[in-house]
């Protein structure tokens, strides 16, 4: 019987080529935003999933052996994104982790990335830091991870070694900055779905982390001037060392044809020694890996072009949505139910004389501004879906929210309780648009902030 597999991320590069590749031996589940119209492979299950809702989440996984986890979410889903590419991340994975835990998933894969080995956590690049506490947040619900660190991954469609080959096709000089001379492994596609495969319901490797890599150790500037070898290209390629971090991203971006919020936390992670460390190593079976020049010429001339997916339904957008994540360092240990409450307590003693709340008995809590009879916001909790560690309410009503009939706040622990994260998903404001970005939403990080230093300083138990 065939072990039934969902792709988080299946639409992605990683993912297309794990479907096109595994399609027969897997029955396989692929999760997208977006509904598929027309599906020409009926071997492949493609569902519509909102990873930001636990609920939606559940309802993707029914019926699943397996989870590869193949998201990063660099890009915003919504028109206005407040908040961090790491700490959305944290949140997408502890969602996920809770709805793989409710479907009893046997077992969590993570595509992630080699950490440096000479460094703590705290003086690692963001995005490789967010990269472990996204690991560490797959597992915080019982369920066994499987984490693969991999460098570069080299195959056709690949955003990483699309950036060496953008370069490459079009500076004939390359001036490149000092972390190009630092050493890492890169991997080439086939052997990476090769070890996903292998790891698969693979006891052995439950909450165990590999590093992946090819035996060849490179440097960044090897790794151009061997990508110009296999393209025909006569580059000069020199390294300084008066590029700087900053000046390196506008470069890479611009030249790598890239956007530069995918450029930023890439480069900052370059800088470090990317190797695979002996005890880390996959050994689990014999492989014959591809040297880089090799995995090159198969990205540059593939014998398959990048797999088709699904043609998805056209949906109406909703027009101005917002999503807003921050985290708060937990140091005293607090619940995210303790947190909500004093939220609703805070909110109208911090805004004294300007803002009062009222709640109802069936949890819905106005905020109202002065003497006006109605509430500019109102809340509602939902219990059912709220615990101790995560309280939801509704955004359910108010003179200052367009939509009443999606969206929601959320407070919750992360990383067992190390963190907490308040989330407002899917806002919808009535203001015009460009008012409510000058003035509501530059107010609510600020409020958010404010909170913050509060439930830092706050010590009373009551």
Same mark, same amino acid.
């Given at each position: 019987?065939?072990?039934?597999?969902?792709?988080?991320?299946?639409?992605?590069? @990683?993912?297309?080529?794990?479907?096109?590749?595994? #399609?027969?031996?897997?029955?396989?589940?692929?999760?997208?935003?977006?509904?598929?119209?027309?599906?020409? !492979?009926?071997?492949?299950?493609?569902?519509?999933?909102?990873?930001?809702?636990?609920?939606? *989440?559940?309802?993707?996984?029914?019926?699943? !052996?397996?989870?590869?986890?193949?998201?990063?979410?660099?890009?915003?889903?919504?028109?206005?994104?407040?908040?961090?590419?790491?700490?959305?991340?944290?949140?997408?994975?502890?969602?996920?982790?809770?709805?793989?835990?409710?479907?009893?998933?046997?077992?969590?894969?993570?595509?992630?990335?080699?950490?440096?080995?000479?460094?703590? =956590?705290?003086?690692?690049?963001?995005?490789?830091?967010?990269?472990?506490?996204?690991?560490?947040?797959?597992?915080?619900?019982?369920?066994?991870?499987?984490? +693969?660190?991999?460098?570069?991954?080299?195959?056709?469609?690949?955003?990483?070694?699309?950036?060496?080959?953008?370069?490459?096709?079009?500076?004939?000089?390359?001036?490149?900055?000092?972390?190009?001379?630092?050493?890492?492994?890169?991997?080439?596609?086939?052997?990476?779905? *090769? =070890?996903?495969?292998?790891?698969?319901?693979?006891?052995?490797?439950?909450?165990?982390?590999?590093?992946?890599?090819?035996?060849?150790?490179?440097?960044?500037?090897?790794?151009?001037?061997?990508?110009?070898?296999?393209?025909?290209?006569?580059?000069?390629?020199?390294?300084?060392?008066?590029?700087?971090?900053?000046?390196?991203?506008?470069?890479?971006?611009?030249?790598?044809?890239?956007?530069?919020?995918?450029?930023?936390?890439?480069?900052?992670? +370059?800088?470090?020694?990317?190797?695979?460390?002996?005890?880390?190593?996959?050994?689990?079976?014999?492989?014959?890996?591809?040297?880089?020049?090799?995995?090159?010429?198969?990205?540059?001339?593939?014998?398959?072009?990048?797999?088709? @997916?699904?043609?998805?339904?056209?949906?109406?957008?909703?027009?101005?949505?917002?999503?807003?994540?921050?985290?708060?360092?937990? *140091?005293?240990?607090?619940?995210?139910?303790?947190?909500?409450?004093?939220?609703?307590?805070?909110?109208?003693?911090?805004?004294?004389?300007? =803002?009062?709340?009222?709640?109802?008995?069936?949890?819905?809590?106005?905020?109202?501004?002065?003497?006006?009879?109605?509430?500019?916001?109102?809340?509602?909790?939902?219990?059912?879906?709220?615990?101790?560690?995560?309280?939801?309410?509704?955004?359910?009503?108010?003179?200052?929210?367009?939509?009443?009939?999606?969206?929601?706040?959320?407070?919750?622990?992360?990383?067992?309780?190390?963190?907490? =994260?308040?989330?407002?998903?899917?806002?919808?404001?009535?203001?015009?648009?460009?008012?409510?970005?000058? *003035?509501?939403?530059?107010?609510?990080?600020?409020?958010?902030?404010?909170?913050? #230093?509060?439930?830092?300083?706050? #010590?009373?138990?009551?």
């Amino acid at each position: 019987m065939k072990k039934t597999v969902a792709i988080a991320g299946a639409g992605g590069y @990683i993912g297309r080529w794990f479907i096109h590749q595994f #399609k027969d031996k897997y029955k396989i589940i692929a999760l997208s935003r977006r509904e598929a119209a027309e599906n020409s !492979d009926p071997d492949v299950d493609w569902r519509k999933v909102e990873l930001f809702s636990i609920t939606s *989440t559940i309802e993707a996984l029914k019926g699943v !052996d397996y989870a590869v986890y193949l998201i990063h979410s660099m890009s915003a889903s919504t028109r206005l994104n407040q908040g961090s590419f790491e700490d959305t991340d944290l949140l997408l994975a502890d969602n996920f982790a809770r709805a793989a835990a409710a479907n009893r998933i046997k077992q969590i894969l993570y595509l992630g990335g080699i950490l440096p080995k000479e460094l703590g =956590i705290q003086k690692m690049s963001v995005h490789l830091r967010s990269r472990l506490e996204v690991e560490e947040a797959l597992s915080s619900s019982g369920v066994p991870v499987t984490s +693969l660190r991999a460098g570069i991954i080299v195959g056709p469609g690949g955003s990483s070694f699309e950036m060496i080959h953008h370069l490459i096709e079009r500076l004939p000089v390359l001036i490149c900055p000092k972390w190009t001379l630092s050493q890492t492994q890169a991997i080439s596609l086939r052997d990476t779905l *090769t =070890i996903l495969d292998a790891s698969i319901g693979n006891e052995l490797l439950y909450d165990r982390s590999l590093e992946l890599g090819a035996p060849e150790v490179l440097t960044y500037k090897s790794m151009l001037e061997i990508t110009a070898k296999v393209m025909g290209k006569k580059r000069l390629i020199l390294s300084v060392p008066f590029f700087s971090i900053g000046l390196s991203k506008l470069w890479v971006s611009y030249f790598g044809k890239t956007p530069a919020k995918l450029v930023a936390p890439l480069v900052e992670s +370059l800088k470090h020694t990317l190797t695979v460390s002996e005890n880390l190593k996959f050994n689990l079976k014999e492989l014959t890996y591809l040297n880089f020049e090799e995995s090159v010429r198969q990205a540059l001339y593939p014998a398959n072009t990048l797999p088709n @997916i699904p043609k998805f339904k056209s949906e109406k957008a909703i027009e101005n949505t917002v999503r807003s994540i921050q985290r708060f360092p937990n *140091t005293r240990h607090r619940s995210a139910l303790w947190v909500a409450n004093r939220y609703k307590v805070w909110l109208p003693t911090f805004f004294r004389f300007l =803002i009062h709340a009222k709640e109802n008995k069936r949890g819905a809590i106005g905020f109202y501004l002065l003497a006006i009879k109605n509430p500019m916001l109102q809340l509602t909790w939902i219990p059912d879906r709220s615990d101790i560690k995560r309280q939801l309410f509704y955004i359910s009503g108010g003179w200052l929210v367009k939509r009443f009939d999606y969206g929601w706040l959320e407070f919750r622990e992360v990383l067992g309780g190390k963190y907490m =994260i308040s989330a407002i998903h899917e806002f919808v404001p009535r203001l015009p648009w460009y008012l409510y970005v000058n *003035t509501q939403a530059r107010l609510h990080l600020w409020v958010m902030d404010q909170f913050k #230093k509060y439930l830092e300083k706050y #010590k009373s138990d009551v």
